[in-house]
């Protein structure tokens, strides 16, 4: 990874800019987007439909090549919900897809790539209209989704449990246990004894750790030159 060669100004400039544009573009996409969300590349964040609600703290990575994309395609207009807890992480490639109801509760993890949907979209002999029946999916706090998994429609992710990389959960999954394959199946049962530690653990002061995180910019960019960053950007050498 480069250095980051930006002078402090520099980058508090882009940040500020960021959070503008998140305000102007992306919250109004939704019913409510919480306070102290982070949102990388906003521009690769792609929301779309009704009743979206987003809480607190809330991480999102957007990538060009892999924007996060969260839809709601109700069977009706104004219809279908999507509700994200607070501290939740999506991270690049993402897409969350609700024709009726997908809640995701606090502190969920989702790595690279991940599929999340409530339907099936066409019927499997008339492919023309969606299925009657409504599936919702339900995610519960502190589930940790590995790269490239896919949770389908009507499936319940129980509490702390971990989905492995790649795995197609099509059934419920109890709490407290790592999943992993196509379907998934129970490969290791977690100690919930032992505690958790989560993301809600870690936004617990917000505005604390806001301020602890510009202190260390600050200091780390401090010697950093606007001629210097330009030279990096146009003319690079290997000791960037």
Not at 30 to 47: A, Q, R
Request: with cysteine; glycine share 10%.
């Amino acid at each position: 990874m480069r250095r980051d060669l930006r002078p402090y100004w520099l980058k508090k400039l882009y940040l500020n800019f960021r959070q503008w544009y998140v305000q102007h573009f992306i919250a109004p996409r939704c019913v409510h987007l919480g306070n102290h969300s982070t949102l990388m590349k906003p521009w690769y964040v792609n929301i779309s439909g009704p009743n979206i609600v987003i809480g607190d703290s809330v991480t999102m990575i957007g990538e060009r090549a892999s924007p996060v994309s969260i839809g709601v395609w109700g069977r009706e207009p104004g219809q279908g919900s999507i509700t994200i807890g607070n501290s939740v992480l999506l991270s690049p490639g993402i897409r969350i897809s609700a024709a009726d109801q997908i809640v995701i509760g606090d502190s969920v993890m989702m790595a690279n790539g991940v599929y999340i949907t409530d339907s099936d979209w066409h019927g499997i002999y008339d492919r023309t209209k969606r299925g009657e029946e409504i599936c919702p999916v339900h995610i519960e706090n502190n589930v940790w989704l590995g790269d490239g998994a896919k949770v389908l429609k009507g499936v319940r992710i129980g509490e702390n449990s971990i989905v492995g990389a790649g795995a197609i959960v099509s059934r419920d999954v109890p709490a407290n246990v790592v999943v992993a394959g196509n379907p998934a199946e129970i490969v290791k049962q977690l100690d919930p004894e032992k505690g958790f530690v989560t993301r809600a653990d870690f936004f617990s002061d917000p505005e604390g750790l806001q301020r602890f995180f510009d202190g260390v910019e600050r200091e780390i960019l401090a010697e950093n030159t606007l001629f210097n960053w330009l030279r990096a950007l146009f003319f690079p050498t290997k000791n960037d």
